[in-house]
């Protein structure tokens, strides 16, 4: 993380934390170190990615320190000052910059932001109902394919993975995704030419058994797909060497 973080411009990181919003796991920690940071008078503001989690995060602050009264000179999703959640039920929603006062022990004040739209995240251009389909509402179970060489594996309409060649018939292969995302394991599904087994079940299943999109219309707005050959060096039987994201 810290890596990643330099190569982005953060030259300095003062701190890499792993928390849940949802059971609270690391933000006493993250809490504790924010206090040593901040001194009287100065602010923290979360930045991140769409549907990161950032104001879920802060709804477990405020939950867990008391604090939190929104400003009344910004709103929350729902359209006004006050206190409360300022997570939406719908992902993705943050509206303009939120103010909360006094969320931390020390008595700073937090500003929640909307989330940054990446150039290459499909889940910005899902509607509400396929964004809660994507996010994960439970622990991920993993679901591990030992995939052959030419096989596909498709992960709900938006996106598949062809093994293209490697060095052993098979390799394994372990998907990450919301249960509410399918996924499909074809047996020499791909082909350099169009029309492909895998080319064919996208487009007879697409928007309904492969979903996110949901419906014909949707798969029409988002378009074809890109395609980029990623190249992994495997080093081991018993873990993981490389992360691939689709979305």
């Known amino acids: 993380a810290r890596r990643r973080a330099k190569a982005l ?13 949802h059971t ?13 940071l901040l001194d009287e008078g100065k602010e923290a503001w979360v930045v991140g990615a769409q549907n990161a989690g950032k104001s879920s ?3 477990r602050l405020s939950q867990k320190y008391g604090g939190g009264e929104t400003s009344d000179v910004t709103r929350d999703v729902n359209g006004g000052p006050g206190l409360g959640p300022i997570a939406s039920h719908l992902p993705g929603t943050t509206l303009g910059v939120v103010r909360l006062e006094n969320l ?33 509402r439970k622990r991920l179970t993993p679901r591990t394919y030992r995939a052959e060489i030419g096989s596909t594996i498709h992960v709900g309409g938006l996106g598949r993975i062809d093994v293209l060649d ?21 047996l020499n599904g791909f082909q ?6 895998a080319d064919l079940l ?27 050959v990623v190249t992994v060096y495997g080093s081991s039987w018993q873990r993981s060497d490389r992360d691939v994201v689709i979305g």
Do not use: C, F
């Open 202 to 228: 996208y487009k007879k299943h697409a928007g309904s058994k492969l979903t996110p999109p949901i419906g014909e219309k949707r798969v029409k707005q988002l378009g074809e797909w890109g395609s980029r």
């Open 104 to 136: 931390l022990p020390s008595g700073a004040d937090v500003y929640d932001t909307p989330g940054l739209l990446q150039p290459s995240q499909v889940s910005s251009r899902l509607n509400s109902e396929e964004a809660r389909m994507v996010l994960p």
């Open 24 to 36: 609270g796991m690391g933000t006493t920690v993250l809490a504790e170190q924010l206090e040593q």
């Open 192 to 197: 350099k030419s169009e029309g492909g087994k």
């Open 9 to 21: 411009g953060l030259q300095r990181a003062s701190g890499v934390h792993l928390v849940s919003a």
């Open 57 to 59: 995060l802060i709804n």
């Open 166 to 186: 490697g060095p052993q018939r098979t390799m394994y292969l372990t998907v990450w995704a919301s249960a509410d995302v399918p996924t499909h394991y074809m």
